[in-house]
């Protein structure tokens, strides 16, 4: 297949290094220039002859910006597949300009960070037509470990912002409950022993535990150095918040939740640091 490849940062860079070894791979990037793949100099060049055009971009206008360069220059029939995280909306309105253009979209955001991107272990979940979404598959058996196909376009990104919404929740719940544990003069092993084999338990305790020293090797025990950074959780927070308010759905975990990372990574010192660094966050204060 020719692959043409719009977004060469953290997560595109390694994505499209390895759809190399095995496809014809041309990359654009404003300001990333990685080694290893044939580079052109605009996007719409990059899309130009390609039978799948792969954005991996920063947010919404930016996509929308890059679709509409490279819906002209795509051969018809070609498939547009966008694996950055943006808003369901404008996953959708690309998805539209590409059919007016006689182009199939698949909307495919991904969960696995940079090391999956790298390890090829990314999980795909997919929006859009069934017949778009067979064209690629073999694309995501390359990148990734997974691929769901869970709907029309735009469901890729519903799906994304649903985990990480329950995903933000979850994490601030596993991790006040710990500070309050240490208050009471709970061990933390002792309560993530329990915890973790009663009806608590949850990704974010069993397999990304908050605590240092407790449970399996997680960012906590690397000084909270990112893995998923609280940064990155605050950008998907923030697109669930602006899908539940464009489809009138009450969310009122997802929203404090969205407010206390807001307050972390914007007043306090959470940019930079994984996630999971609430725990120590709560251990600093007092009950409010
Ligand atoms: P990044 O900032 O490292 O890469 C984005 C790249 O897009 C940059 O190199 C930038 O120069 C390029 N770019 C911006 N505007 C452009 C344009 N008009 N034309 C061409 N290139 C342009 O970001 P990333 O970490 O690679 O993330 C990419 C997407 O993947 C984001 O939507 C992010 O939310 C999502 N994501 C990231 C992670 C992660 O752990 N980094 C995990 C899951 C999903």
């Known amino acids: ?87 369901v909306e404008s996953a959708r309105a690309v998805a539209a300009a590409a059919q007016d253009k006689g182009l199939a979209a698949v909307d495919a955001p991904v969960s696995g960070g940079i090391g999956g991107a790298t390890n090829g272990t990314l999980t795909f979940m997919a929006g859009g037509p ?10 995501f058996d390359i990148m990734g470990q997974k691929a769901v196909h869970c709907g029309d376009a735009g469901n890729g990104q519903a799906a994304k912002i649903c985990n990480n919404m329950i995903l933000g929740v979850t994490m601030i719940a596993t991790c006040e409950a710990f500070v309050l544990a240490d208050k009471l003069g709970l061990d933390r092993q002792a ?60 969310t009122p975990m997802g929203k404090a939740a969205t407010a206390l990372y807001a307050q972390f990574v914007e007043d306090e010192d959470g940019k930079g640091k994984d996630f999971s660094a609430m725990l120590p966050r709560f251990e600093s204060r007092r009950r409010a």
């Open 130 to 139: 069934a017949a778009a979404f067979a064209t690629v598959e073999p694309l």
């Open 1 to 87: 297949m020719r692959i043409g490849f719009i977004g060469l940062g953290n997560m595109g860079a390694p994505m499209a290094a390895n759809l190399a070894k095995s496809h014809e791979v041309t990359g654009f990037d404003t300001v990333a220039k990685p080694a290893g793949i044939a580079l052109t100099d605009s996007a719409a060049a990059a899309a130009k002859d390609a039978d799948v055009v792969i954005t991996m971009l920063p947010n919404g206008d930016i996509l929308r910006a890059v679709a509409a360069d490279i819906h002209t220059a795509m051969k018809p029939g070609a498939v547009h597949l966008d694996c950055s995280t943006v808003d």
């Open 191 to 250: 309560m993530f022993d329990v915890v973790s084999t009663s009806s608590g338990y949850s990704w974010t305790m069993n397999a990304y535990c908050p605590a240092p020293g407790v449970g399996p090797v997680s960012p906590a025990d690397n000084d909270y150095t990112p893995g998923f950074a609280a940064e990155l959780m605050l950008k998907d927070l923030n697109l669930s918040q602006m899908a539940a308010e464009a489809a009138d759905a009450d």
